[in-house]
C-alpha cells in the first residue's frame, strides 16, 4: 500500500558518506500504525550518526506523515543536536510543513516526576493513615454537631421539617426492607434453635435452648443482624446519594441558597433511619423467634405451646426492652458514618465507590463496637 | 490531506432513530466530505447528540443506512468496529474524562488499548498533544476534577486526537467556555483541522463558530436537515427558524462586518 515493505525497520535508510557526513533516507508511511517500528528505526539511525557532525534526512520518499512520525522525526533532530551534530531535513513536501512546524514547537520540558524514599514513603501511608482515622473521628463529631444544631432548629421551628422526604425514606429504608430482613431473622433463629438442639441433646439440655434462643435473639443478635443489613442496604444507598449530589454539586447549589444540606439531605434520612431500625429490629426479633419455634416443632419435637410457655419463662421485658433500646443508637451511627462518606466524596467515580465500601464497613465496625460497649455498660448496672 | 477531498467520509441515508413512540430523527440525509468542518445546529432537543451518537454507533437506528469510511457502521462485526473507532476521535458534551486517572494517563488511555509504544514515546506524544490544544506540560499529573470548564474540553479534545484520527466528532465543544476561550478554542479547531488534514463534524449552539470554522452548516429541524450549505445560503435562506437563527438578534453582532 505504500510500498515500505521488505527489511524489517527500513523505514528509515543509512548512508554514510565521505566526510563525516551521514544522510538518512526516509520513506513509507510515518503513521501511527507504524509508530513503535518507527521508533526503534530513529533510535537506529540516532546510533549512526553519532561522532557524525552532519546529518542530512531525506523526507521526499514518505507518502504520509501524521504527529506521530512527525514527532519522531522532530526528536531525531533534537536528539542528533544533543549529542553534538546538526540534522537537516530536505525534500519535505509541503503539505507537511505545517504538521512539521506546529510538532517543531513541542516544548518538551518532562514533568519531573519525584522520586521518593521508600522509607520516607513507607512512613508517610502509616502518617497519613493516622492523620486519615483522626480526621474520621473529628468528621464524625462535626457531623453529630450538625445533625444536632438542625434537629434542635427543628425543634424551634417545627414546621422546617421535611416530613415528606422523611417518609419517603422511611418507605425505602423500613417498609422496602421487610421482607429481606424477616427472611433472615427467620433463618439465622432457625439455624441457632437447630444448632442448640443437635448439641444439647446429648445432655438432655434441649430446654435451655429455648432460653438461649431467647435472650441472644432478644438483646443481641437480632439488632446486630439487622444493623448489619441496614449499614449494607441502606446506609450504602446514602453513602452513594449523597456522594453523587456533592460530585454533582447540588449540595454546593443548596449552600448557596442559603440552605444546609445537613437539614434538608441528612436529618431526613437519620430521622427515617432511626425509626425504621427500632422498627425493624422488633419484627427481626419476632421473626428470628418464629423461626426458632418453627424448628423447635418440626426437628426438636417440641409442641408449639410448650416452646411459647418455656420462653415466657426464660425471658423478661429487660432483654426485649435492651435490645430495642439499642437500635436507635445504631441507626444513629449508621446513618451518620454514611452521610459523613457521601459528603466526603470527591470528583472522582472512583472516590464514590472508595467512599460508599467505607461507609458499610465503618459501620458494620461502630455497630458491633457499640454493641460490646453497650454489654458492658448493662453488665455495670446489673441487667 | 488533498487525497480523495470531496468525496463523502460519512454518509447518512434515510435515517430513523426513535425513543418509545417518538421518531426524534426521521428520513434524515447526509455527507460529510473528507477534509471540511461541517457545523450541525438546530434548536435544543432537535437530536443533534442522538444523531451524532447514532453516528459513532452509540444508539442504534431504526431505518437507514450510515456508512463511515465506505463501512456500514450498523452492520459490522466487533473487530471492524475496533478498526474504524480507532480512525475517528470523540469529544463529548460534558469531556467524558475518566476521572480517576490524570490527564496524562486519559490522554494516553487510547494509545495503551491500541498501539504498543515505548513508554518515553508514549510521554512525549501525550505532551505534544496537549501542547497542540494549548495546554502546558504540567497540566500532565493534575486530575479532571481540578481542572477548569476549558481545560476539560482541550484535554478531552487531545484525548479525541490521541491517535491521530481521521474524523473528530465535537458535540458543543464551546458551550460553557466564555466568549474568549470560545474563540480561542475555535481558532484552535481550525489549525488542527488545517494541520491534520482533520475531517470535523460539530455540534454547535455559537454563531461565532459557525463564522469562524464552518466550511459548510447543516440545520437540524423536525427530525430532517432542512437545509445545508456555507454561511451565505444560512443568510439567505427563508426558512423560518433559520431565519430566525442566524437573523435574530444574538446573530447581528456575529454578523456584523462579515457579509
Ligand atoms: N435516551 C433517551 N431516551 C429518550 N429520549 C431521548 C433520549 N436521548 C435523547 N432523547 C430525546 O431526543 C431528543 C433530542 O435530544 P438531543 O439529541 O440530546 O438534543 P440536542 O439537539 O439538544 O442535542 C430530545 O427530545 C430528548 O428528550
Ligand atoms: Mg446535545
Redesign the interface.
Known sequence: MDGSTGLAGDQLMTSAMPGGRVELRAQGAW??ER??DL?QSVGRALGASKAVRSVDIDMGAVARL???GA??LE?LVRDIAAIGGEARITGLAP?FH??VG??G???????ARIRHNPLVAALAVVGRATLEALLDLARFAQMTGALAVAFARIVARPWTFRLTSMVHHLDRVGWRALPIIVLITFLLGAIIAQQGIFHFRQFNAEFFVVDMLGVLVLREIGVLMVCVMVAGRSGSAYTAELGAMKMREEIDALRTMGLDPIAILVAPRIAALSLAVPILTFVGSIAALVGGGVVFWLYGGMAPEIFLSRLRDAITLDHFAIGLFKAPFMALVIGIVASVEGLAV??????LGRRTTASVVKAIFLVILLDGLFAMFFAAIGK | MSEGAGEAIIHVRDLTVGFGAVDVIDGLSLDVRRGEVLGLVGGSGAGKSVLMRTIIGLLRQRRGKIEVFGCDVGGMRAGERRAIERRWGVLFQHGALFSALSVRQNVQFPMREYLNLSRRLRDEIAIAKLEMVGLDADVCEKFPAQLSGGMIKRVALARALALDPEIVFLDEPTSGLDPIGAADFDELIRTLSRTLGLTVYMVTHDLDSLHAVCDRIAVLAAGQVIEDGPISTMLASDHPWIRSYFHGRRSRAANNGRI
Open positions: 503513521t501511527v509508530a513503535a521508533e501524521d504527529t506521530y514527532w519522531l526528536r503539505r505545517t504538521l506546529a510538532i514547537r513541542t516544548n518538551l520540558a518532562p514533568p470527591a470528583g472522582s467515580a472512583e472516590s
